[in-house]
C-alpha cells in the first residue's frame, strides 16, 4: 500500500515539474561545515587539549523520499563510522560532508542514496569522550570541554568499547548509547586497514601534557 501511495506522488510530482530543470543532480544534502577551529580543554584545569582523535559517525537512505518530514517514502536507513582523523587545536577544522548520489526536487523530493554526518567522537587519552554534533555553530559554541578520568576507566572504554574499532570488527551492535545511538542500533564501521591503524596507534598513547 505504501509503495502505491509512493508511485502515486511521485507522478503527481513529476507531472508538476516545470521544464526549467527543476529537478537537479544532488551531491550533498547538507551546508559546508566551518572551518573555524574547535578550541578543546581540560575541563578540570581550562588549558586546551592539543591532540584529539575525532571519529566522524554518518546516516545514510536509499530509495526514495518527499524530504518533507512526513509523507511517503519508500527506502532502507543505515549508520556507520568513516574517516577517522587527527586534529589538532588550533588548526582549520576541516570536515568534508559525504557524497549523494541521486536526483531531487529541491525542498520536495530526493530519489537516491543520500548520506548525511551526525557529528563526531571527541577522542583524547585520559578523557571521557564526548559527542560534538553542533558542527555548524560558531563561537563560543565550538568550545568543548573533556573530563579527566582514572587510568581504571579509560582502560575499560578501550576494552569495551574501542577495541571494536581496532579489530576488525564490522559492525557495532551493542553499548548504543556511547555512540549516541537509540538501542536496539546497527552501527558499520568503514574503516580500511590505515584508519585502523590510526585510530589503535592514537588510543595507545598516554595522556598528553595540556597546555
Known amino acids: 500500500m505504501l509503495r502505491a501511495v509512493c508511485r502515486i506522488v511521485l507522478?503527481?510530482?513529476?507531472?508538476w515539474l516545470p521544464l526549467d530543470g527543476s529537478?537537479?543532480?544532488?551531491?550533498?544534502?547538507?551546508?559546508?561545515i566551518p572551518r573555524q577551529p574547535l578550541e578543546i580543554v581540560d575541563g578540570s584545569t581550562g588549558q586546551v587539549v592539543p591532540e584529539l582523535l575525532l571519529l566522524p559517525r554518518y546516516s545514510s537512505f536509499k530509495g526514495t523520499s518527499t524530504l518533507?518530514?512526513?509523507?511517503?517514502?519508500?527506502g532502507t536507513n543505515g549508520n556507520y563510522l568513516a574517516k577517522p582523523f587527527i586534529y589538532r587545536a588550533s588548526t582549520p577544522f576541516k570536515l568534508k560532508l559525504p557524497k549523494s548520489a541521486g536526483i531531487g526536487l529541491p525542498g520536495l523530493l530526493f530519489i537516491g542514496k543520500g548520506r548525511s554526518i551526525e557529528g563526531v567522537l571527541v577522542v583524547a587519552p585520559g578523557y571521557?569522550?564526548?559527542?560534538?554534533?553542533?558542527?555548524?555553530?560558531?563561537?563560543?559554541?565550538?568550545?568543548?570541554?573533556?573530563?579527566?578520568?582514572?587510568?581504571?576507566?579509560?582502560?575499560?572504554?578501550?576494552t569495551t568499547d574501542f577495541d571494536q574499532l581496532a579489530e576488525g570488527v564490522l559492525r557495532i551492535e551493542s553499548d548504543c548509547s556511547f555512540w549516541d545511538m537509540p538501542s536496539p542500533c546497527s552501527l558499520e564501521i568503514h574503516y580500511n586497514k590505515n584508519e585502523r591503524k590510526l585510530v589503535r596507534d592514537f588510543l595507545k598513547q598516554p595522556r598528553r601534557d595540556v597546555r
Open 11 to 15: 507522478l503527481v510530482l513529476f507531472a
Open 68 to 74: 518533507l518530514g512526513e509523507g511517503p517514502g519508500v
Open 23 to 32: 529537478l537537479v543532480s544532488v551531491k550533498a544534502q547538507q551546508h559546508t
Open 128 to 158: 571521557r569522550p564526548v559527542w560534538f554534533t553542533n558542527l555548524w555553530s560558531v563561537d563560543p559554541e565550538r568550545k568543548l570541554q573533556l573530563t579527566p578520568i582514572t587510568e581504571r576507566e579509560w582502560s575499560k572504554l578501550l
